[in-house]
Nanobody, 113 residues
Framework: VQLVESGGGLVQPGGSLRLSCAAS????????MSWYRQAPGKERELVAT????????YYADSVKGRFTISRDDTKNTVYLQMNALKPEDTAVYSC???????WGQGTQVTVSS
């Protein structure tokens, strides 16, 4: 099983980034997929979850209205579109399939001027 995130980087406040998570080694379409983040000195936080075929989504209050999770089951990939980024969004973002205990290594997102 592999989950490989990409798309992180340095962005100015108010900017946007799109994270991708490419999955392999399991039947991607059968799993809810989630994005988590962890900032230095803080606990890991669930950011967003998407159910089978994208039929339903969940967002943490801190990102609601700014972030959008989506998935493409033909590409075994889950995305996180992040808009109106704030300095407090700075963290390592990782994707996961919690039901299978599958986790990626994460990608750094830094929001700073």
């Amino acid at each position: 099983v592999q989950l490989v995130e990409s798309g992180g980087g340095l962005v100015q406040p108010g900017g946007s980034l799109r994270l991708s998570c490419a999955a392999s080694g399991f039947t991607f379409s059968l799993y809810y997929m989630s994005w988590y983040r962890q900032a230095p000195g803080k606990e890991r936080e669930l950011v967003a979850t998407i159910t089978y075929a994208g039929s339903s989504t969940y967002y943490a209050d801190s990102v609601k209205g700014r972030f959008t999770i989506s998935r493409d089951d033909t590409k075994n990939t889950v995305y996180l579109q992040m808009n109106a980024l704030k300095p407090e969004d700075t963290a390592v973002y990782s994707c996961g399939a919690p039901a299978g205990n599958f986790w990626g290594q994460g990608t750094q997102v830094t929001v700073s001027s």
